[in-house]
């Protein structure tokens, strides 16, 4: 099905990986094959070239399928149109600015997502943030543009010939991540490839060649003219890969992570003879990859991948080195670096455009992560493990996943401690909740009941009395309305607007 341009595998075993690769992308795209000869036959009778490109070609040699296909073509943006308004049962034209056109049709019963591109090239003025986009006319050189030589493969259609001018396939037989062109000419047509590098390396495991490596380092800088939005979609796919701490250690070593999470480099503290303590760098990446192998399944708590949960156990010690303090006799000490580092998250992830949702959860996570480590020290009332659960609200399963991942202690009896505190914690947790409502904990009284018990309309001593109330239900657990309303006014009888009020 598949009739390779020409490829010599360099050694037995290469050319073993190449016909696996070619086995998977025939049952791979089998599927969807109807819909690929079926619109490249469209176009060619418009008198237009059309080819299936880049990551669905890429996901085929690995065996993967994809619902969303992409394509190039030669031809301009009005008459793709006008070919996928005949073929298609919806289109769109968002991306016309960059020559994409999308459409979508039912085939097979299932929703075929399609999106075409005219033969194109990007680049970007030195001091510019947006691409300037110019139209080609042929295949190998719109290949030529792509980010990496296994994105710049192509199946052409209808005939089903595979375009290959950069060896792609060898590369991902290889394991092997390289550019079309020089990678210098890459990252300088688009800084944010060299994300994606780290992205491909994290989802992939490929290994990032030396000139690529090479290149990325010496222009690590040119990162910052890319947008913040851009820069945080490749982070987020970094964090969701299979391997993310393959993708980190590269952003960090090659410094683009001094740019785009400068918090994180950061966090390699320098050890000296006397005042030896944990690398927290390392520390903070087996937190990252301890809590990747807690998360749940699909019908979990926390099914994987998580990116809060991923993006909080990576970051939930960047306050560390703000805090760092060398003790007499030794000692290092980060003390309240939880209620730093929170600051220190959220103003990163604004930065980065992250939504208010996560910036929210991610600080709160990176403030409670410490507070499971007073158990240990001393039995715990319910009261205490009642503000636990109520603090960490609906971000408690992840502050679970989160506090037992940041044991990292090769101190095997310490460990074993520690595990064994936390079970203790939860198993008090789950008994709470047999009691009584946990999660949506609230006073004895609403509002409306302390406003009638003190003869008072709306204002903010309603709240304050509610606060009064809400302490005292996480302290004793459920009073019952007869003795909260007893509360209330003794707490009343105290306050000086009671003075200012007739009695009840």
Not at 28 to 56: I, K, N, T, W, Y
Not at 74 to 102: H, N, Q, S, Y
Not at 208 to 231: F, H, K, N
């Amino acid at each position: 099905m598949l009739h390779p341009e020409g490829h010599d595998g360099p050694d037995e075993a290469l050319e073993r990986a190449l016909d696996e690769a070619r086995g998977r992308a025939v049952r791979a795209l089998e599927p969807v094959m109807p819909v690929l000869v079926d619109l490249g036959r469209r176009f060619e009778q418009a008198g237009h070239e059309l080819s299936l490109v880049g990551g669905p070609v890429r996901d085929a040699f690995l065996g993967r399928r994809s619902a969303d296909l992409d394509f190039t073509t030669d031809a301009r943006p009005d008459d793709t149109v006008a070919i996928l308004k005949r073929w298609g049962d919806a289109f769109w034209e968002v991306g016309r600015e960059f020559g994409t056109i999308g459409a979508r049709k039912r085939s097979g019963g299932v929703d075929v997502v399609v999106e075409v591109t005219t033969y194109r090239s990007e680049s970007y003025d030195p001091d510019s943030r947006k691409p300037e986009v110019s139209y080609g006319d042929d295949l190998v050189g719109d290949l030529s543009r792509r980010d990496f030589t296994v994105n710049a493969m192509a199946l052409r259609l209808p005939s089903l010939d595979f375009a290959d001018p950069h060896d792609g396939l060898t590369d991902l037989a290889a394991g092997v991540l390289r550019t079309p062109v020089t990678a210098e000419q890459s990252f300088s047509d688009d800084p944010l490839r060299m994300m994606r590098a780290a992205r491909f390396a994290a989802q992939l495991r490929l290994r990032v060649a030396p000139d690529v490596l090479e290149a990325m380092t010496a222009m690590a800088g040119r990162i910052t003219i890319v947008s913040a939005e851009r820069v945080r979609t490749e982070l987020e796919k970094l964090l969701l890969a299979v391997d993310p701490v393959a993708g980190l250690r590269l952003l960090v070593d090659t410094g683009l992570a001094d740019h785009v999470l400068p918090e994180v480099p950061a966090l390699r503290l320098e050890i000296d003879e006397h005042h030896r303590h944990k690398d927290v760098y390392e520390h903070s990446l087996t937190v990252l990859q301890q809590a990747i192998d807690r998360e749940d399944g699909p019908d979990g708590d926390v099914p994987g991948p998580d990116l809060l949960l991923r993006l909080s156990a990576l970051l939930h010690d960047v306050g560390k080195p703000r805090t760092r303090k060398f003790e007499e006799g030794g000692g290092v000490s980060f003390h309240h670096h939880e209620v730093v580092g929170a600051k220190m998250v959220a103003k990163r992830l604004k930065a980065l455009r992250f939504d208010n949702d996560t910036v929210k959860a991610a600080a709160r996570l990176t403030e409670l992560h410490l507070r499971f480590h007073g158990y240990g020290d001393g039995e715990w009332t319910d009261s205490a493990v009642r503000r636990y659960v109520t603090d960490a609200g609906p971000l408690l399963p992840r502050l679970h996943k989160l506090t037992r991942s940041d044991c990292t202690t090769r101190n095997q009896r310490k460990a074993n401690r520690l595990a064994a505190a936390y079970d203790d914690l939860e198993a008090r947790i789950a008994r709470l909740r047999e009691q009584e409502e946990l999660d949506s904990i609230r006073p004895d009284l609403d509002g409306t009941a302390i406003m009638e018990v003190l003869g008072i309309g709306p204002s903010r001593t309603v709240g304050r009395a509610y606060q009064h109330l809400l302490g005292l239900r996480m302290e004793r657990g459920p009073l019952g309305e007869e003795a909260a309303r007893e509360e209330l006014l003794a707490w009343w009888a105290q306050q000086p607007e009671s003075q200012q009020q007739p009695e009840p």
